[in-house]
Every structure is written in structure tokens, then in C-alpha cells.
């Protein structure tokens, strides 16, 4: 079993930054794949970024040059920098791992609004 605890949403004002964490534990041995998903308010959850074991990264074109993911191997962490935070960024953004398989975290509250 693994388990995801996302941590660092809130309130931000469009153009602000944010830093999502997601700590992994568990059995994390058979985790080759980590990624953020998003869902807001009567919409399907879509994929926002994800990065593999060996640091391959791929991100959904609404986010590409703004939202940065990067993996911290030792802390078994995985973080989503998001800059020029916009409006339509507010979500409740999981984090989730790809092993034996799938597994979703609790979810953290982004919202964007002056």
C-alpha cells in the first residue's frame, strides 16, 4: 500500500505563486510514475503534470511554462511549482502514483481570485 498526503494549497491572487508537496510512503519500491491531476467544480479530473522514476516529465498545454514538477528522491516528494497563477487554475489538485497500482492522495484546495 502507498500513501499520498498532498500539502500546500490555498488562496493565491492571479499572477501569484504556489508550491505543492506530496510525500510519499509505503511501499514505494514499485512506483515508477508521480503526477498532479486537478479537478474543479463540475469538471472531470485532467491531468496536469506528471514525471517519471527516471525524471521524464510531461505537462497538460494549459500549464506548459508556467507549472514546473520535479521529484526529490531522498525525501520520496514530489513537488508542482505553479507560477502566473491564473483564475482558471482553481481546483482541488491531487497527487497520484503509478506502481502495482494506482493511487490517489487526499487532494489540496488552489484557488485563484482577487
Known amino acids: 500500500q502507498v500513501q499520498l498526503v498532498e500539502s500546500g494549497g490555498g488562496l493565491v491572487q492571479p499572477g501569484g505563486s504556489l508550491r505543492l508537496s506530496c510525500a510519499a510512503s509505503?511501499?514505494?519500491?514499485?512506483?515508477?510514475?508521480m503526477g498532479w491531476y486537478r479537478q474543479a467544480p463540475g469538471k472531470q479530473r485532467e491531468l496536469v503534470a506528471s514525471?517519471?522514476?527516471?525524471?521524464?516529465?510531461n505537462y497538460a498545454d494549459s500549464v506548459k511554462g508556467r507549472f514546473t514538477i520535479s521529484r526529490d528522491n531522498a525525501k520520496k516528494t514530489v513537488y508542482l511549482q505553479m507560477n502566473s497563477l491564473k483564475p482558471e487554475d482553481t481546483a482541488v489538485y491531487y497527487c497520484?502514483?503509478?506502481?502495482?497500482?494506482?493511487?490517489w492522495g487526499q487532494g489540496t484546495q488552489v484557488t485563484v481570485s482577487s
Open positions: 514525471i517519471t522514476s527516471g525524471g521524464s516529465t
Open positions: 509505503g511501499s514505494i519500491a514499485n512506483i515508477y510514475k
Open positions: 497520484d502514483a503509478d506502481g502495482i497500482y494506482h493511487y
